[in-house]
């Protein structure tokens, strides 16, 4: 069964740095992409970016370049999302998703979701 | 950067009725869409990918269809389960992908 376990919630403050994880089991980590997704609170869905473990191939949306680092550890099946200095508008949940698919077709859809991280950042 | 507008913003419907949701790309992007249902507290849930193939597990009830740049999914006989919000999602530059504003389905 694919599991994708998101680390606790943090709370921060502004000008702080933050690495969250979301490690991943029951299928091949280096073989599917993994995406971060921005919620604010009461607001919908963001693409942050998405990464590629087997090569690192990594992709950000111009929203979010510059903005936060996306990574991952093949060795320990984990991707990261960090923040070296956090604003307040970065308070949200992110959530992880993987483009691993039971179904033939879906691998370029989210089947599979981490249970999201919720960050505050304030002062 | 491919825009995908949904609509209506909340759609206010009984138990047993049809919803229609609407979401709308700003350039054509073939057959490349998602949908996703989220509750509140929960994380998303894919529903349908390709325009119109269901995901795994998903009722029969839901059905997606469109292509180019509007689509449609489809909730036959709304069950008390299914009132959340719905996203579309595009992939058609994948990875590159984008998300649309959500449709919210409430109880009436």
């Known amino acids: 069964e694919v599991h994708l376990v998101q680390s606790g919630a943090e709370v921060r403050k502004p000008g702080e740095s933050l690495k969250i994880s979301c490690e991943a089991s029951?299928?091949?980590?280096?073989?599917?992409?993994i995406a971060w997704v921005r919620q604010m609170p009461g607001k919908g869905l963001e693409w942050m970016g998405i990464?590629?473990?087997?090569?690192?191939?990594?992709r950000y949306s111009p929203s979010f370049q510059g903005q936060v680092t996306i990574s991952a550890d093949k060795s320990i099946s984990t991707a990261y999302l960090q923040w070296n200095s956090l604003q307040s508008s970065d308070t949200a949940i992110y959530y992880c998703?993987?483009?691993?698919?039971?179904?033939?077709?879906?691998?370029?859809?989210?089947?599979?979701w981490g249970q999201g991280t919720l960050v505050t950042v304030s002062s | 950067e491919i825009v995908l507008t949904q609509s209506p913003g909340t759609l206010s419907l009984s138990p047993g009725e049809r919803a229609t949701l609407s979401c709308r790309a700003s350039q054509s992007i073939s057959g490349y869409l998602a949908w996703y249902q989220q509750k509140p507290g929960q994380s998303p849930r894919l529903l349908v990918y390709?325009?119109?193939t269901r995901a795994t597990g998903i009722p029969a009830r839901f059905s997606g269809s469109g292509s180019g740049t509007d689509f449609t999914l489809t909730i036959n006989s709304l069950e008390p389960d299914d009132f959340g919000i719905y996203y579309c999602?595009?992939?058609?530059?994948?990875?590159?992908?984008?998300f649309g504003g959500g449709t919210k389905v409430e109880i009436k």
């Open positions: 029951g299928y091949s980590f280096i073989s599917y992409w």
């Open positions: 390709d325009a119109s």
């Open positions: 999602q595009q992939r058609t530059n994948w990875p590159a992908l984008t």
């Open positions: 990464i590629f473990p087997g090569d690192s191939d990594t």
């Open positions: 998703a993987s483009s691993y698919c039971h179904a033939p077709g879906c691998h370029n859809y989210f089947e599979s």
